[in-house]
């Protein structure tokens, strides 16, 4: 048997009475790294408006988050690319973030086209694409990793179709703007109309890089349709639209999404915009959180526009929070999207909604509004008034 000499007796002594506080100093020095998650949005491309509103309101909830202590002490971290509002774009994004920044949960995209782009990569990754923004019908089959706050398109074509008819319109002119998200809108409402009896008499579609519409305006307007419908992806063509439609002479009714009412959108169409009826995820103003959060947002960057997708994307970093309380690690894809699954959330878009079994959220409605003359445009009324619930069938 080897006898140890008192030395080193001694040096193994100090060793079991330091490795405790060793391994406590490494579990702070752990605790002290903050949460990181990717974010993708577009900050430039046709989204642009959006995209930016989109990332500022998550900075505001991360900043709140982050001044009450963060999460079980550790602070969040967005890390932040552009998507671009483009499928490509949003690959690129995409793999800079998880190849390059090793992000395992990502809250994005603003554009259904990026998102698309990007969720075949995150399902075969297994990384989270985590959406408020994106809202076309493909994505509900993108994958088991991919999940959105924003309301499908699919609602949407139903409620606006049912909107039309219901309206008394009979014949309808479409022009639309050539992307995935203006696509799916014009798909589905045109869907939910001639399901009801309508036709539709001419429909456009146009470029996003477009500025001048009036030789599309005025085949569609030939045909003497009852209404027009306005699909667009930027606020800048759609608020051109309406602006052109007007100049033409069409006094027609006009119909819409959330996109060409937005506030860029009707100041670009100035009175042109007045009584034009769209339907869109709207934040109810008895709802105290959307309304603060609204409040907070316009003290801190002087304006606001697409309230709904605002407060989206503020809900989706709040989830994200709990989540994250949850699995104690920024790594665990698995374990966040299992959250995902099992959550009920009340926020800024509304109370007890919750995700189903394809990462599409349940328990929120649309509203129907209409635009109001110049003059009683404020802030605090987006420029619109709301009409009550989208009608049903």
């Known amino acids: 048997m080897r006898i140890l000499s008192w030395r080193t007796v001694l040096l193994l002594g100090l060793g079991f009475l330091l490795l405790p506080l060793a391994l406590a100093c490494e579990d702070d020095g752990d605790g002290d790294e903050p949460f990181r998650i990717g974010v993708m949005e577009s900050a430039t491309g046709p989204g642009e408006t959006y995209g930016r509103v989109a990332i500022q309101a998550k900075q505001l909830a991360v900043d709140e988050i982050n001044a009450a202590g963060g999460i079980d002490g550790r602070m969040l971290e967005l890390v932040v690319e552009d998507s671009k509002c483009s499928a490509q774009d949003a690959i690129t994004a ?8 090793g992000v395992k949960i990502i809250l994005g995209t603003s554009c259904s086209g990026a998102m698309l782009g990007a969720a075949p990569l995150a399902e075969a990754d297994g990384v989270v694409l985590f959406s408020g923004l994106a809202t076309n019908p493909d994505i509900a089959n993108a994958g088991d990793y991919i999940f959105r706050t924003s309301m499908s398109d699919a609602q949407l074509g139903i409620d606006t179709g049912n909107l ?45 890089d477009a500025t001048d519409f009036r030789t599309q305006l005025t085949k569609l307007f030939n045909e003497n349709p009852d209404a027009l419908h306005v699909a667009a992806q930027s606020e800048f063509t759609g608020g051109t639209i309406l602006k ?25 169409a100035g009175e042109a915009a007045t009584g034009v009826k769209a339907v869109i995820a709207d ?111």
């Open 94 to 101: 995409y793999n800079k973030l998880t190849d390059v920044d």
């Open 164 to 208: 039309l008819w219901a309206d008394g319109i009979r014949t309808l002119a479409t022009i639309t703007e050539s992307t995935d998200y203006a696509e799916g809108v014009r798909r589905t409402s045109v869907a939910q109309f001639e399901k009801r009896g309508g036709q539709v008499v001419g429909a456009e579609r146009y470029a996003s």
């Open 244 to 268: 052109q439609a007007r100049e033409l002479g069409y006094e027609g009714p006009i119909y819409s999404d959330i996109v060409p009412v937005g506030t860029t959108a009707i100041e670009i």
């Open 283 to 393: 934040l109810d103003p008895d709802n105290t959180k959307g309304q603060e959060v609204l409040t907070n947002f316009r003290g801190r960057y002087g304006y606001v526009t697409l309230a709904w997708y605002l407060g989206s994307a503020y809900d989706d970093v709040y989830i994200a929070a709990e989540c994250l309380a949850e699995t104690g690690d920024d790594q665990d894809a698995d374990g966040f999207r299992d959250c995902l699954y099992g959550i009920t959330w009340s926020g800024a878009i509304g109370d007890g909604y919750s995700f189903d079994s394809q990462g599409e959220v349940v328990g929120l409605t649309n509203v129907v509004v209409e635009v109001l003359p110049v003059g009683e445009r404020t802030p605090e009324n987006s420029g619109y008034r709301g009409l009550g619930p989208a009608p049903s069938e």
